[in-house]
């Protein structure tokens, strides 16, 4: 693994969207990235090994963690990966909650415990998962919004686990975020898309730079006093509901 000398972090699914934005930052704040994704990066920086995995084979995915594992100390972690099945109450089969939770909560908990023993290690570590502002509820996203609810789930019960270690754990929960996959999803210009914009106060999409900021933020060695947080990156949308 290259980039010796600089601290390492893994983050997945960072080839595209909010996880290269991630990528991006993070080695810009000075650290070694490994990128666990399905898809190979456009570009690469020579502090960013590409590993190619498919996070829904929990099998690949754990050979692919001891390996990385073994290689040198990563003591932050970012699970970003994640997949979209939309479907009513009506529609949803198992297949599709097994196939969401498979990627979005399985291998999260995978990853943080391959990582764990190196956190521990050296007293020190730091998780973020991005979450969604679905996990507050949105139609045709039973799937989806199940599985990011048990992700705050998750992001809460391990950071009371994992306090005592030095280790931190919280979560971003991001709006509409101007990436390739929502506008695959919702064409600029399409009223549907319009409308999304129109609840939202700010008045536009978020970009992924501004997500990856507070990822790098949560995951600073300065950040040491906060943890079992979901911080909404979503341009207000979120403003007075529930949590």
Sequence with gaps: MSGVGREAALVTGGSQG????????????????????????????????????????????RAALAHTAAGRPVTRLVNNAGIVRPATIDLVTAGDIQAVMA????????????????MRAERFGRIVN?????????????????SKSAVHGLTRTLALELASDGITVNAIGPGP??????????????????????????RRLGLPEEVAHHVASMLDVRAGFTTGQVLYVCGGMTVGLAP
């Design 130 to 146: 991005i979450s969604s502002r679905t996990a507050l509820g949105k139609a045709q996203r039973i799937a989806y919004a199940s």
């Design 177 to 202: 975020i101007a990436t390739a996959l929502f506008e695959r999803v919702n064409p600029p210009g399409a009223p549907a898309t319009q409308r999304i914009l129109e609840t939202v106060p700010v």
């Design 18 to 61: 909010i996880g290269r934005a991630v990528v991006d930052r993070l080695i810009a704040d000075g650290l070694h990235v490994v990128n666990f994704d399905l898809v190979e990066p456009t570009v690469t920086d020579r502090h960013e090994t590409f590993v190619q995995v498919d996070l829904s084979d929990e099998s690949a995915l």
């Design 103 to 118: 990627v979005n909560l399985s291998a999260a908990i995978a990853c943080v415990q391959a990582l764990l023993p190196a």
